[in-house]
């Protein structure tokens, strides 16, 4: 009798497990499935905010597609004395396909897009026309500014970088794509951005609003030279924005929310984003590697007025070297478009056009000046605008764009030498049969 | 002999009454009485008794009693027929002489070694005991064939990659399945700080009792699924039916690293300096230039004078020390055994700040509480404390001090570090900061036995294992890039892993000459870890060190993951006429890790076995006294890809304290195991009476679907796609010797050599085959799996001094343009021969062992080349190759001519790279054996006293530290071949004493 009791047992124990079969359907608790990520107008606006949140990861707008310009675009005005020497292939004009940063930077980049894509391609489960509008506004921003930055670093006047607008639907399939005209890239970024600058609030919190895509829109048109588009743009952000000059020079950084004169920022707090430019300017006190970048004298060497405030906003670190005094909080924000720079582009843009629209470009470059102590100028150039936007503007990854722009040089090499053109990643080579390197590389 | 269902019935309702006793002594063949020997009388399980202590024994005896069944560890069982006529009944054992008698555990059962159709290398406790080591995967290290153990650095709590007949996936994991006891265990590393650390570290090897790696498919398949890189059997001791046995061993040695580099002094550095940065910046700018340097360097010392000259070697390693003490008491009756155990390890490490604490017991206990039912438990519980230090790629990784100049003072006047060094000095970090981790283990299971009837079973085993790991680090207001007024960060994490497995055994003789062994069963295991962590800044002062004195919190994280495994198995083993050998098994695994399509795998063996030896144009065969051949073929998964890998995910972000969604990882329903399809073509042969005996195998593993993060185009956005294709091909041949050189009465002298050669080529790969490049590495068609890939370097230009490297391997036009040099492959991160040889002499109770290892065939490359030897490129200080550099045109030399700044040569090609190939004296240990006469006066059983010492002698043309140090961060040291920064093995010299009471 006793046995049977077991036999029993044990057989039901059998039959009970199979029961189990249920339990190999696990579903992630940190994740959602692709179901629930694109269900729900909530959900999209969650990966819209997902979007920003990659875009200000350290290897794009959080700081390194600055920095690669800036040190491009620089000789002896900085030195690198960072321990790797990545970041110095780019002050050097020496880049490698295999330099890790650059195709960091190159992936994060597109992943902002593909999330933007994601996102446009998504606006179906909107009902809210309003709310709808803005989404698509925000997400044709970002992926405006991602492209804007990679077919200036990667691309040249003819050759631009791959351009999906897109989502990729199956990551399966064959990924191959082509390098699309710049002319084409451009077209592109212009309709992002006229539809963005429609569709978009003028007050949108941390977020992309209509005068952050203004002020890409007037950088972009500037870049192409298209100057009265750039002026138009800036000359609405100047009269309508409600944006002013912080008080000082020292106001207009190191915010921890945005200041009067910011545009836009990549919003960093103790507990998310990234400064890069932090790790790469600032001493260890200031939460930097000690002073990658510091400053010499060729820098200081371009103001012409030792009051200018502009021209004292450094301090030492430990070893002695000059560090830029604009990223000193570590957990500051990043400044991607202050009213400064749309003064100046409206002071370029009427110089060379020869109008005085909102205002007249020396009283512009006077505005400019007298904020930081400097003393006005009396009639300005050409000259004196694009080196005030120096003076106002290094270290906030102008550099190389303006050579660009200008026809000038640096370190010896013309503006158009394929040694300015980052190399299009050895990772992307390896993986893209369809993608052409850069001449050189 | 074996009785019929019915007969066994039959005898069994009959004994109840005739009872009788019999007296009688065992002793070995000198007539030795032998203590605890076992007694039992045939086909009455339950009733038995154990030999004194002068081997003498006294049984009562049933009435149909008509054999005796005496068994003792280490001699061959014997079967006495006894009548009512027997009086005082003398037996001699024989001691176990054959190799081919051991008995080895195969996965829900045992088999002999003899009637094996599989491929299983045991290890015993001898094997692995007395070896200054403090994780058990190490003592393994050269003793079974194929059997390739890699600890990544000499940080004591370094990870450890086992690799078992080499290499057949590229992505998913390769680490062999770990079964304790018959419960998998937990593998996974929980490590916040970039660096793995072993999560085996918590089992003391003195709990084991033997090893038994499962190397082929055969043996293997039984684990379905799991089964791909190999099965660890991990088998813990237990009590032996005997008087209490107490066994203490005490051990305690000194270690140091196995090797250190060769800097430049400060002399070398300052004149290497001088002349790169002249020769970059011209007289005047450089000299300027570099002094000014010199001056920061040197801390306001006397630079031009030599006043310092530190060699940061000296300040990064110090004399380890290692002590282990375990006690043990094990014993029972023929009812109850038991063993209960504690072993305590500390572990100071050959690097500053690193160090391991370890206390562990463990209890086994096994109950016969009828006829039919056994139950037991096996317990484990253990703590361990580890100091540890940041990972290889880390500025305050002690290693990386050795690129601090020479110039630099260590300390201040006042004995604080001296925080103006090139790099962040990592005393800071050692004395302002702490990383401690602790490791809380309990790996136990339940068991009952049922014999329905004698040949008729049934197992059920619950097994629970529970890793608890925390993780507490605080870096002080003084430590480097320290912005926050200190910096907390604690983990916590918990895994669990439970698995009940049911299963039946029938084992019968069908006929005189055919004996059937059949098991079948099921089993679920259900695992689940859940992780936190917490960081917080701000503290009042350092002395509040705790998270909750943090006025800031930063981060939080928090995960909580599962996986189900539900499978069923069932094997056969038929054995006819004691020399043919058939074995069939299979095995059905679902698992929740896999695709909704592909949820499923079956997973089945063969194999067959023929002892020609039995035949009988061999059988009396005076050379050839043994000779089997045997040959398998299986199949089996390899599920190690994470939790989700096929599913679409989105993660929750925080941009701004708004939260947020992003796409982390493109899903893939079809995605599935590995399978891995392998044969396995063995020969065992004893000669002269087994006095060698050997082992001959040949292997190929076709591993197809291979579980791949296919890499995508940066211009997609993502990283990667989890795929199963491509296909890798090993190929391998495994030969093991054994040999009983001296057996006199005085002197005995056994040799032990195994080596194994595994090759793999792969032979599809995604994407139309297309190459999948990774750093150094490329995965391509033809080729071995993560062939090094890179330009061939060529020396320095004897011309201008400029780095000159082929344009298309060796041989090729030179270029002094990297990016004109062809990337060619290399080399191969793994190594395609391993082996090991063991002695053991034996004088008189004087014991000489000793194990060598070596590895030929694998290539490390020096990811931190392009720092350490980089023609001066930057501040660090240089290896002293850099002497050799070129200086004037008509130089030949390898060593390009210095350029501060100047990258000349420091690309990733060749000149990094080096043959890793050693000999390793791993293990060596001399034992004595007192006297009896001296320890019976102490009332102690046997007592031994030993000094050891392990990896004592090297011997490689490998110039970096160590040719068994690899890169731990990332998959940079084991997939990539990398050292960086990575600190040498430990060189431990102990001494010890065992003693049994």
Known sequence: MKNQYIYILTFLSLIFLPACDDRLDVEPTLSISEETALSSSASVSKLLVGAYEIDGNAYSHGGYIQIYSDLLGADQEVSWNGTFFEPREALTKEMNAINFLFEDSWRNTYKVISQSNLVLGNLDVYTDDAEKGRVEGEARFLRALNYFDLVRLFGNDVHGVPLRLDPITDYGSDLSIARAATSDVYAAILDDLSKAISL?????????????????????????????????????????????????????????????????????????????????????????RGGDISINQPYLDLFDDSNDERSQFFYENAKGDRLSGKYTNQFGNVPMFRLAEMILIRAECNFRLGTITGASPADDINTIRQRSSA????????????????????????????IKRTQSSVAGLPYDSPKLVVPIPQTEMDTNPLMEQNEGY | MRPTLLLFICMFSANV????????????QNEIPLIGASVQEKNNTTNGTVTDADGRFELILSESAQALVISFTGFAAKEVVISRATSDLSVSLEEDVSLLNEVLVIGYGNSSKRNLTDNVALLHSEDLSNIAVSNFQSTMSGKAAGVRINQTSGKVDAGINVTIRGTSSISAGREPLYVLDGMPLINVNESSNGAPMNPLLTLSPSEIESINILKDASSAAIYGARGANGVVLITTKKGQAGKPLVSLNMSTGISSPTNVIELLNTAEYKELFTEAAINTLGPEDGTAEIEGLFDYLANGTDWRNNEVDTDWNDIIFRDGQQSDVDLAVSGGDLKTQYYFGGAWNTTKGILVGNDLDRISARMNIKHQLSQKIAAG????????????????????????????????????????PNANTLYPNFLLEDLYANYTTKLRRITGKVFAEYKFIENFRFNTDFGYDNSHQTEDQYRGTLTPFMSTNGYAYNSNVTSENYIWSNYFTYENELSRSAFLTVVAGQEFNNSNRVFATVTGTQFPSDDFQSISSAAEITAGTGANTTYNFLSYFARAALN?????????????????????????????????????????????????????????????????????????????????????????????????????????????????????????????????????????????????????????????VEVVLNSKNIRSKNLQWTTSFNIANNTNEIKSLPNGNADIITGETINRVGESVASFFLPEFAGADPATGDALYYTDGAGSATTNAYEDANRIIVGNSQPTW???????????????????????????????????????????????????????????TNVPQARLYGQNGTGPSTRYLQKGDFIRLRNVMLSYNLPKSLTEKVNVGNARIFISGVNLLTFTQYTGYDPEARADFDSYGFDHGWNFYSAPQAKTTSIGINVNF
Do not use: C
Not at chain 1, 375 to 402: H, K
Not at chain 2, 17 to 28: C, E, H, P, S
């Open chain 2, 576 to 732: 006819l006429h004691d020399k043919y050998y058939l074995k069939a098994s299979i095995r059905r695994d679902g698992s929740s890790r896999f695709g909704s399509n592909e949820r499923y795998g079956f997973f089945p063996a063969f194999s067959v076995g023929w002892i020609v030896s039995e035949e009988s144009f061999l059988k009396n065969n005076r050379t050839l006294s043994f000779l089997k051949v045997r040959g398998s073929f299986g199949q089996l998964g390899n599920s190690e890809i994470g939790d989700y890998a096929s599913q679409t995910l989105y993660n929750g972000v925080s941009y701004n304290k708004i939260s947020g969604i992003r796409l982390e990882q493109p899903g893939n329903n079809n995605l599935t195991w590995e399978k891995s399809k392998q044969i396995d073509l063995g020969v065992e042969f004893g000669l002269f009476n087994d006095v060698i005996t050997g082992e001959v195998d040949f292997y190929t593993k076709n591993t197809d679907g291979l579980l791949f993060s296919v890499p995508l185009p940066g211009s997609s956005g993502q990283l990667s796609f989890n795929k199963n294709i491509g296909n890798v091909e090993s190929k391998g």
């Open chain 1, 375 to 402: 003393a006005p100028l009396v009639d300005v150039t050409l000259n004196d605008i694009l080196l005030e936007r120096q003076r106002e503007l290094a270290f906030e990854g102008f550099g190389i764009y303006d």
């Open chain 2, 17 to 28: 009454f005739g009872q009788w006793a019999l007296t009688g002594r065992v002793t070995d």
């Open chain 1, 200 to 288: 978009l609030p003028e007050d949108n919190d941390v977020y992309a609003d209509r005068f952050a895509a203004l002020a890409l829109l007037s950088r972009v048109q500037l870049y192409l030279g298209h100057y009265e588009e750039a002026r138009d743009a800036a000359e609405e952000i100047i009269a309508t924005s409600g944006k002013s000059l912080s008080a000082s020079f020292a106001d207009a950084f190191n915010h921890d929310e945005d200041g009067e004169e910011d545009i836009y920022s990549m919003q960093v707090t103790s507990q998310s984003g990234e400064n890069q430019l932090i790790q790469m300017y600032a001493s260890e006190e200031n939460g930097g």
């Open chain 2, 834 to 892: 391993i082996g090991g040889l063991t002695n053991e002499i034996n004088f008189k109770g004087l014991v000489l062992s000793f194990t060598f290892i070596g590895e030929w065939g694998a290539s490390i490359f020096n990811g931190g080349g392009v720092y350490q030897s980089s023609s001066a490129d930057y501040f660090d200080n240089q290896t002293i190759d850099q002497l050799d550099r070129w200086q004037n045109p008509g130089d030949i």
């Open chain 2, 377 to 416: 438990m096996n317990i484990g519980v253990s703590g361990a404390k580890i100091e540890r230090v940041d990972n290889d790629n880390s500025f305050t990784s002690p290693v990386e001090a050795i690129a601090q100049s020479p110039l630099s003072p260590v300390y201040n006047d006042d004995g604080t």
